[in-house]
Each structure stands twice: as C-alpha cells, then as structure tokens.
C-alpha cells in the first residue's frame, strides 16, 4: 500500500533540498503539496502556471528519478493549479521529452523536434554552405572557428531544421554536454518570468552553463532593450569560455533594426551564412524524400507540377503535399496532375495575398496625397519626407524585401535610411495613440 501523497512529496522535497540551491528551492518547491497519489501517478499542487512550465523544463527527471528512489517504482507526475473556485487546471507532462537533469546546469536539450536531423534534411544548392557550416559546428562544438554560426534566410527555408539538427548531433555524441534549443520569444518570456518572480539569477545560471546554446529568430529581440542587455551578457559568458552558440534569424545581422551595436558586433564574430529559395532540383528531392517518409508514392509528373509551381519555400512545398495527399483520400481521387492542379490552385486562392514595395507606395501616396514618384525623388519637403517614412515603416512590416531592396524601391536609399525611417514612425506611434489606429488602419487596407 502508497503512503499517502503528503508524506511521499515531502519524503521527496527533502531529497530535492539536499540537491538543489536554497534560492531555487525556495522559488520552486516551497508552496508545493501533494494532494492525490494511486499506483500511476502523484498530483502535486503549485502556485500558478509559470511554476508547472519551469518545473517541467528543469525538474522534472530530478524529481522522476527521486520518487522512483523512494518507492521502488517510476510513478507519473501531474502538476495542478488551484484556479480559486476549487477546481484545478491539470498538467502531465511527458517524461521521455526530457533528457538528464543536471543539478549543477539544470540544462536540457528541450524542445528539439525529432524529426529534424541532418539525415532528414535534404541538401542543395541553396543550402549547402549552410548546412556544411553546420555540420562542422556539430562535429565540434566550440571549438572550430564559427562561433557564434548566424544562418539566415526567409521563412520556411529550414534555418529552424538545421539549428535543431545541430542539438541532436551533439547529443548523440555526448549524452552529457548541455544543450538547450529555445525561440528568442521562448527566452523573453523566461526571462520576463524570472524578473517577476526573483529569479533572474537562476536563470542566468542556466544559460551561464550550457555547452551549445541555440536561439532561433534572434530578430524577435528588436526593441526590446532588457532581453538584450541580459543576452549580451549570456553571450559573453559563454563565448569567454569556449561554448557554442548558433543562432537564425529572418535576414543578416546588419540589417536587423532596433538591435544594440555591441550585439549586432558579436553576431558578425563568427560565420554569417544564408539560406535561399529552393531551386528545382532541389524541391524535387525534398518531395521525394517527403513522399518516402510518408509511405506514398506519386506518379513523377505529379511531383514535378508540385516542384514546378509551389517555389517559395519548402513549408509551402509539405504543405502542398499534406493537402495533395488528403485530398485525394477524403475524394478517393487518384493521384493525378489534374488533381494536384486544383490542390495548388486552391491554396493560391486561400494564400495571403503578397503586398509589395510599389502597393505600400501607391496606398501611402493616395493617403497623403501626393504622387506616388515624390517617393523616390530627392525633394526634402517635410510633408513628402514624412510619408516616405511612413511607406518605408509599413514596406518593413508587410513585405519580406530587406532593408536594402527597400531603400533601393525609394530611390536609391541605403538600409540605415530606411532604419531611421521605421525608428522615427514607431516612436511616434508610442506616443501618439490616434497616429499609431491611423497607420494601423492603412496597414489593414494595404493587407486587402
């Protein structure tokens, strides 16, 4: 017969305390109580949201591994919270998503998904240097000569394929080097978490600790000048040390706005690589190698429609393969080119449609009045100049055009223009309530 779930989760705290800081006990553990246990599984009540989320991600196979210590057995662990009417929200997370605890890091390689290894990737002429620079990063972590490795490129290219294949490289070699994968938004809201909660220090500690650390869409930091502060010093303290860092983004360093200078320099320390567009060849092999995985097979002029018509990027191309596939499966259609014909044209119907440079600056110029060429003339007019800016703001925002192309639709302009522009159009929006709905409002004509 089970003790009752309160002896056994303070048998099990006591274990804990004895591995853990007293700071990161208090924060963590303190308000913790076991409520229910059976032969499967211990419920464990914590304060809020915030506390299930990091207990998973840093806890939970310390804790795992210490209540199979105490009762001979690996029970499951479900996390609650007391919503304040007696009712409680119920988490349980998946033991084998988490690796090794380490109760010196507390790191682990979470969130890395399983399907995207180097062996799943396929390699082309947009993406061959990217993914040498890679795999040469793997085979030595920190000690090679890209570190940091930046990789950018458009969406949906594979940036976020070839970063994650990095970790699992590392820890199919060594189970025990310190790996986290983690989102620039994923990093905010932890940080963001650990100043509510005093526990900056515990976080820094984490990532102070790691040996490959990999941050996708470091873009996402823009504007934000805390997070940078704070990863600034993260960087160099793994830098100093030899670690490695990989990190992706949507376009090079030097053209991503409202990043601090003594950051945009660290990210040029390493190797800068790009990802492009797919070329056919390329497509085609990707269909192929998609087309196994799944266990179908399609007729080849059936893949080469698909690779000839959907050439963005290689989400679109899985995209039109899943849809292709149940398609035909819910119609009992067969796998024809007619068919993949009206899947393609159906999606292109239903797609956002794509606003470009010259839209934003015909909608801008009929806003403001003015002839939409006034753009790219060298009239210094504060009316005319104003709404350049404006036309440059939004070209950033809806378009995927760099910096670069977009001063070059605006007269020839360089990128740090255009950066001045947008800085100039969201600091006014931040104090201009009625400004910022009107821009708002032109955006969302723009869009339809």
């Known amino acids: 017969m089970?003790?009752?779930?309160?002896?056994?989760?303070?048998?099990?705290l006591l274990e804990i305390k004895a591995k853990i800081n007293r700071q990161s006990f208090k924060t963590w553990f303190k308000n913790t109580e076991g409520i229910s246990v059976d032969s499967e599984k211990l419920v464990v009540q914590v304060k809020d949201q915030f506390t299930v989320d990091w207990l998973e991600q840093h806890y939970l196979v310390l804790i795992g591994d210490i209540l199979e210590k105490i009762l001979g057995n690996r029970l499951c662990i479900t996390l609650a919270v007391d919503k304040g009417n007696g009712e409680f929200t119920y988490s349980t997370p998946t033991m084998s998503k988490y690796?090794?605890?380490?109760?010196?890091?507390?790191?682990?390689?979470?969130?890395?998904?399983?399907?995207?290894?180097?062996?799943?990737?396929?390699?082309?002429?947009?993406?061959?240097?990217a993914h040498a620079a890679t795999l040469a990063v793997s085979e030595a972590p920190?000690?090679?000569?890209?570190?940091?490795?930046?990789?950018?490129?458009?969406?949906?290219?594979?940036?976020?394929?070839?970063?994650?294949?990095?970790?699992?490289?590392?820890?199919?070699?060594?189970?025990?080097?310190?790996?986290?994968?983690?989102?620039?938004?994923?990093?905010?809201?932890?940080?963001?978490?650990?100043?509510?909660?005093?526990?900056t220090q515990e976080f820094n500690r984490v990532y102070k600790n790691l040996d490959v650390l990999l941050i996708d869409d470091v873009h996402f930091f823009s504007g934000k000048a805390g997070i940078q502060s704070n990863f600034f010093h993260i960087f160099n303290s793994l830098h100093q040390k030899g670690k490695q860092i990989v990190l992706t983004?949507?376009?090079?360093?030097?053209?991503?706005?409202?990043?601090?200078?003594?950051?945009?320099?660290?990210?040029?320390?390493?190797l800068v690589v790009d990802i492009r567009s797919p070329d056919y060849e390329t497509r085609m092999a990707i269909l192929k190698k998609k087309t196994?995985?799944?266990?179908?097979?399609?007729?080849?002029?059936?893949?080469?429609?698909?690779?000839?018509?959907?050439?963005?990027?290689?989400?679109?191309?899985?995209?039109?393969?899943?849809?292709?596939?149940?398609?035909?499966?819910?119609?009992?259609?067969?796998?024809?080119?007619?068919?993949?014909?009206?899947?393609?044209?159906?999606?292109?119907?239903?797609?956002?449609?794509t606003v470009t440079v010259g839209d934003i600056q015909k909608k801008v110029a009929e806003f403001y009045s003015m002839p939409k060429e006034a753009f790219a003339q060298k009239c210094r007019t504060k009316d005319i100049a104003f709404a350049r800016?404006?036309?440059?703001?939004?070209?950033?925002?809806?378009?995927?055009?760099?910096?670069?192309?977009?001063?070059?639709?605006f007269g020839g302009r360089d990128h740090s223009t255009v950066i001045h522009?947008?800085?100039?159009?969201?600091?006014?929006?931040?104090?201009?309530?009625?400004?910022?709905?009107?821009?708002?409002?032109?955006?969302?004509?723009?869009?339809?």
């Open 2 to 12: 089970l003790p009752n779930a309160i002896k056994i989760w303070n048998d099990c």
């Open 99 to 129: 690796k090794l605890y380490n109760t010196e890091t507390a790191s682990e390689d979470r969130h890395l998904n399983p399907r995207y290894t180097f062996d799943n990737f396929v390699v082309g002429s947009s993406n061959q240097f």
């Open 142 to 199: 920190g000690a090679n000569k890209y570190n940091p490795l930046f990789i950018y490129g458009g969406v949906g290219l594979g940036k976020t394929h070839l970063i994650q294949a990095i970790g699992h490289f590392v820890k199919e070699e060594n189970k025990k080097k310190n790996v986290i994968y983690v989102t620039s938004e994923r990093f905010t809201n932890e940080f963001i978490g650990s100043l509510v909660n005093n526990t």
């Open 249 to 270: 983004s949507d376009t090079q360093p030097g053209l991503i706005t409202g990043l601090t200078e003594r950051l945009l320099s660290r990210f040029n320390w390493g």
């Open 292 to 353: 196994e995985f799944q266990g179908i097979e399609l007729p080849p002029a059936v893949l080469d429609y698909i690779a000839q018509n959907v050439n963005s990027n290689i989400r679109e191309l899985e995209g039109s393969l899943i849809r292709l596939e149940a398609f035909s499966s819910i119609t009992g259609k067969p796998f024809t080119v007619d068919l993949a014909r009206e899947v393609v044209s159906h999606y292109r119907q239903n797609a956002p449609r």
């Open 389 to 409: 800016q404006v036309a440059m703001y939004i070209s950033r925002e809806l378009t995927g055009n760099t910096l670069k192309m977009i001063g070059l639709q």
């Open 421 to 448: 522009a947008c800085n100039l159009i969201e600091e006014k929006s931040r104090k201009d309530e009625m400004f910022k709905r009107s821009i708002e409002q032109l955006m969302g004509e723009i869009r339809n």
